[in-house]
């Protein structure tokens, strides 16, 4: 049970962590952090350049001396004092030995100054190059934050904008003709067409009627042959022909 509620605090931790970290501003303090080793690593280069500095003050100082004392030593055997001349003898054989132990450390002194010139370089290449790829980050970074930006805006405009405007407009201008062409429609069929038929028929008819009465009052045609009626065993003449003279 203990073991799971170890997991349980870390899972949720984890994801506490996740969840606060910004990829762009934890690679900025990056970028900071690198730019702050700059001056440490400065300052530590200086004082290994010191220390060889002042191992080198301290060789020539020991060269000085052994040759001060070289002279002595030979300047006291040509005066026959060969009791001075081992004192000197004594003292330059110190002043010998210090002399290489101090050439021995100015050596390695050098030797680590040449080195944190190099780790210095090597340091400043791989600063270049992580401070380059962490800006290309956050450019990205925020050029993705932009393209979200504009992502939202677009579909808060697809779908309540002009969009959605538009083709409801286009819908119902669609829907109110599809309805007055179905108008249209049914009254004309509603409309007797028999009857319009036979309204234009008898039209013409009277028309021809007209036109044939026009021609028998201008002597242009016949009149009709007269309708004789049978009654009483005797014919009567109802009609008269009409004849020019």
Known sequence: MWERFKRAMRSFAGFFVSSIEDPE???????????????????????VRANVTLLEKENAKYLEDVRSLTAKV?????????DLAAQYAGKLQVEKDALARNEAQLSTARQAYEKALT????????????????????????????????????????????????????????EKSAVNEARMQMALESVDHMAVNIEEEA????????????????????????????????EKTIGKKVGVE
């Open 25 to 47: 501003l934890i690679l900025e303090q990056n970028v900071r952090d690198l730019n702050d080793q700059v001056p440490k690593m400065n300052e530590s280069i200086a004082m």
């Open 74 to 82: 030979k300047a006291a055997i040509q005066a026959g004092r060969d």
């Open 119 to 174: 780790v210095k370089k090597a340091f400043m290449r791989e600063k270049e190059r992580k401070t380059q790829e962490a800006m290309n980050a956050i450019r990205e970074a925020r050029r993705a934050k932009w393209q979200a930006k504009v992502a939202d805006t677009m579909e808060s405009f697809t779908v309540a904008g002009i969009d959605s405007t538009h083709d409801e407009m286009l819908r119902k201008v669609q």
């Open 203 to 234: 039209e013409k008819m009277q028309a021809n009627e007209l036109v044939k009465q026009m021609k028998m009052e201008m002597g242009l045609l016949d009149s009709p042959a007269p309708v004789s009626e049978v009654g009483g065993g005797a």
